[in-house]
T-cell receptor, first 116, second 111 residues
């Protein structure tokens, strides 16, 4: 069975600094996607970044980038130049599909607070 | 990307009653997903809904408790039936091939 582990329940970072959130996963699937989602207090789930497992190149979206280590089953999120608006819960998620059947597993989340 | 309108945003319901949550997508999508997020917890997938076929439920979730409809490519409903206080949660839908566009969630409180 697939699992997703986020070992940092809470983190804080000074505004304009860089922070890295950790995520590890376990799967025997060969085709899958990994995601980082942001959930601010409004509870709206917002996609931050996604990574296709078959791509070796790490995904980047503006200030957000990932370090995808497929062999180690690690998928960390780096936030550069942190902003107050980055304060939120961050969830790492794994998705796979087999014969039209989807599996979507979320980690337990990391609460990030950006300090002024 | 698609935009999803989810209703109601919140509700307080009596135990033993049912609540139907609606998600309307502004474009046609093949797959829709329904989640439960218990207080302070992560998201748990309830079921996936493909238009024109029965929803596929995850372990621990059954159709009698969480019936889902998917009448067309832009709309789906989730009903929480015979509610108890343990059903108090946030319920979210998402849509798209990879399911990464979410509705704004429904905060359900059962009293």
């Amino acid at each position: 069975a697939q699992t997703v582990t986020q070992s940092q329940p809470e983190m804080s970072v000074q505004e304009a600094e860089t922070v890295t959130l950790s995520c590890t996963y376990d799967t025997s699937e060969s085709n899958y996607y990994l995601f980082w989602y942001k959930q601010p207090p409004s509870r709206q789930m917002i996609l931050v970044i996604r990574q296709e497992a078959y791509k070796q190149q790490n995904a980047t979206e503006n200030r957000f980038s990932v370090n995808f280590q497929k062999a180690a089953k690690s998928f960390s999120l780096k936030i550069s130049d942190s902003q107050l608006g980055d304060t939120a819960m961050y969830f790492c998620a794994f998705m796979s599909w087999t014969s039209g059947t989807y599996k979507y597993i979320f980690g337990t989340g990391t609460r990030l607070k950006v300090l002024a | 990307s698609a935009v999803i309108s989810q209703k109601p945003s919140r509700d307080i319901c009596q135990r033993g009653t049912s609540l139907t949550i609606q998600c309307q997508v502004d474009s046609q999508v093949t797959m829709m997903f329904w989640y439960r997020q218990q207080p302070g917890q992560s998201l748990t997938l309830i079921a996936t809904a493909n238009q024109g076929s029965e929803a596929t439920y995850e372990s621990g979730f059954v159709i009698d408790k969480f019936p889902i409809s998917r009448p067309n490519l832009t709309f789906s409903t989730l009903t929480v039936s015979n509610m108890s206080p343990e059903d108090s949660s946030i319920y979210l839908c998402s849509a798209g091939q990879y399911g990464y566009t979410f509705g704004s969630g429904t905060r359900l409180t059962v009293v």
